[in-house]
C-alpha cells in the first residue's frame, strides 16, 4: 500500500506539469492576455515555471512541502483572475467557469494536505519526510 502516495503525486502533479509547459505557448499568453493578465507575456511563463516547479518537487517527492506551496501561489491567482464565473452572463461559460473555480478550490485542499504531510513513501525525501 505504499505505492499508494506515489501513485496519487504521479496523477496531482500530471496536470500542472502538463499546463505549466502550455504556458510558455503564444496561444496561452495571448489567452492571457485576452483575460486581463497584466504584462502576460512575463506573467504566463512565470506562472509556468511556478507550476512546473512544484509539480516536479511533488513528483519526485523531493521539497514537496515547498512544491506544495508552489502550487498554491500559482493556483490563488489563478482561480479568481481567471475563473471569475459569477461574471458571465452566458450559462454554459458560467457553468464551465464555476467548475474549473472549485476544481482549484479542491486542489489548493490537497495542496494544503501536502505541505503539511509531506510527499510519504516512495519519494526522495525517504526519511519519512523528517527533513522536509
Given at each position: 500500500m505504499?505505492?499508494?502516495?506515489?501513485?496519487?503525486?504521479?496523477?496531482?502533479?500530471?496536470?500542472?506539469?502538463?499546463?505549466?509547459?502550455?504556458?510558455?505557448?503564444?496561444?496561452?499568453i495571448?489567452?492571457?492576455?485576452?483575460?486581463?493578465?497584466?504584462?502576460?507575456?512575463?506573467?504566463?511563463?512565470?506562472?509556468?515555471?511556478?507550476?512546473?516547479?512544484g509539480?516536479?518537487?511533488?513528483l519526485?517527492?523531493?521539497?514537496?512541502?515547498?512544491?506544495?506551496?508552489?502550487?498554491?501561489?500559482?493556483?490563488?491567482?489563478?482561480?479568481?483572475f481567471?475563473?471569475?464565473?459569477?461574471?458571465f452572463?452566458?450559462?454554459?461559460?458560467a457553468?464551465?467557469?464555476?467548475l474549473?473555480?472549485?476544481?482549484?478550490?479542491?486542489?489548493?485542499?490537497?495542496?494544503?494536505?501536502?505541505?503539511?504531510?509531506?510527499?510519504?513513501?516512495?519519494?526522495?525525501?525517504?526519511s519519512?519526510?523528517?527533513?522536509?
Amino acid at each position: 500500500m505504499c505505492i499508494l502516495p506515489l501513485i496519487g503525486r504521479i496523477l496531482f502533479s500530471l496536470i500542472f506539469f502538463l499546463k505549466g509547459i502550455d504556458h510558455f505557448t503564444s496561444k496561452s499568453i495571448d489567452f492571457g492576455a485576452q483575460m486581463g493578465v497584466p504584462a502576460a507575456e512575463f506573467l504566463v511563463p512565470l506562472f509556468g515555471v511556478i507550476a512546473l516547479a512544484g509539480s516536479i518537487c511533488i513528483l519526485l517527492g523531493y521539497k514537496a512541502k515547498l512544491g506544495a506551496w508552489l502550487l498554491i501561489l500559482f493556483l490563488i491567482p489563478t482561480t479568481f483572475f481567471m475563473h471569475k464565473f459569477w461574471q458571465f452572463d452566458d450559462s454554459y461559460q458560467a457553468l464551465m467557469n464555476h467548475l474549473c473555480f472549485f476544481k482549484n478550490i479542491s486542489m489548493i485542499g490537497a495542496c494544503l494536505f501536502l505541505a503539511y504531510f509531506g510527499s510519504g513513501p516512495l519519494s526522495l525525501s525517504c526519511s519519512q519526510n523528517k527533513t522536509q
